[in-house]
């Protein structure tokens, strides 16, 4: 009996001391949230590049492919880093190689593609639906920029990648989206939002172009935005979800991911 009441008397104690000890931060939330728009849910990744560590990878350490967000995750973990988020960042080749420009660590490992392809909007694939874009992050911010300004000026970035069509451009969605549209299916795009913040977007159903860039205007403030992939083809790494896409293609090219 003595025992237990010394043990009542130092749990009261400990209480006592909580109690008056000030409150601790709460962990730590992590940069993705499930949001819906219009009915539409999606999961949205929210990055400030300035303090977080973001990178475009599309070759592991014997040159071929990483293909799945797995064995990108299990690169890192052997050098002590850890995936937090992941996405493919954008078309590619049915060897994994990007579709247009690959920028990584500075280096251009491909170039950018500025061809076009002629025929009505619904006859043009994704990637030559002109103004395509760049989403690319260098030293003085990330940005998204057409593909033809982007090589106007050619800023100087620590990595680079080509998708299309741009969704959003100065806050103007792109000319070829309709209202309405009945060509749906799951997208991911990437936008350059208020304060310079990069948000990454999937939606969870189909949806259709028009939507998806308001989703980019209008819910998220990006007044620039670039569709990345759609179909089985869009994938995302998200342990704290429970969510580690394989792609129906066999694996993925170039991806983005955030590490720590």
């Known amino acids: 009996m003595a025992v237990w009441a010394s043990s009542g008397s130092a749990l009261k104690a400990a209480m006592l001391a909580l109690l008056a000890a000030p409150l601790t931060?709460?962990?730590?939330?992590?940069?993705?949230?499930?949001?819906?728009?219009?009915?539409?849910?999606?999961?949205v990744c929210t990055i400030d590049p300035a303090v977080s560590d973001l990178r475009l990878v599309w070759q592991n350490a014997e040159g071929g492919p990483y293909r799945t967000f797995s064995n990108l995750a299990a690169a890192l973990g052997n050098e002590g880093r850890a995936l937090i988020f992941?996405?493919?960042?954008?078309?590619?080749q049915t060897d994994f190689s990007p579709v247009g420009l690959h920028v990584e660590n500075g280096g251009e490992l491909r170039p950018a593609d500025t061809a076009s392809v002629d025929g009505p909007p619904s006859r043009v694939p994704n990637f030559y639906k002109k103004p395509n874009g760049i989403f690319f992050l260098g030293e003085a911010g990330a940005g998204i920029l057409p593909t033809e300004e982007y090589l106007a000026e050619r800023p100087d970035v620590r990595f680079a990648t080509q998708s299309g069509p741009m969704l959003v451009i100065e806050n103007r969605l792109h000319p070829a989206f309709i209202p309405g549209s009945t060509d749906r299916t799951r997208r991911s795009g990437v936008g350059v939002c208020e304060g310079g913040e990069v948000r990454f977007a999937i939606s969870d159903g189909r949806v259709n172009f028009y939507d998806f860039a308001r989703l980019f205007r209008d819910h998220l403030a990006c007044p620039n935005a670039l569709f990345l992939d759609g179909?089985?083809?869009?994938?995302?790494?998200?342990?704290?979800?429970?969510?580690?896409?394989?792609?129906?293609h066999g694996g993925y090219g170039p991806i983005l991911g955030?590490?720590?």
């Open 258 to 260: 955030l590490v720590e």
């Open 25 to 43: 931060q709460p962990a730590k939330a992590g940069p993705c949230a499930e949001e819906s728009f219009e009915g539409a849910g999606y999961v």
């Open 86 to 92: 992941a996405i493919n960042a954008g078309m590619y």
């Open 231 to 248: 179909g089985r083809g869009a994938g995302i790494y998200l342990p704290e979800m429970r969510r580690n896409d394989f792609s129906w």
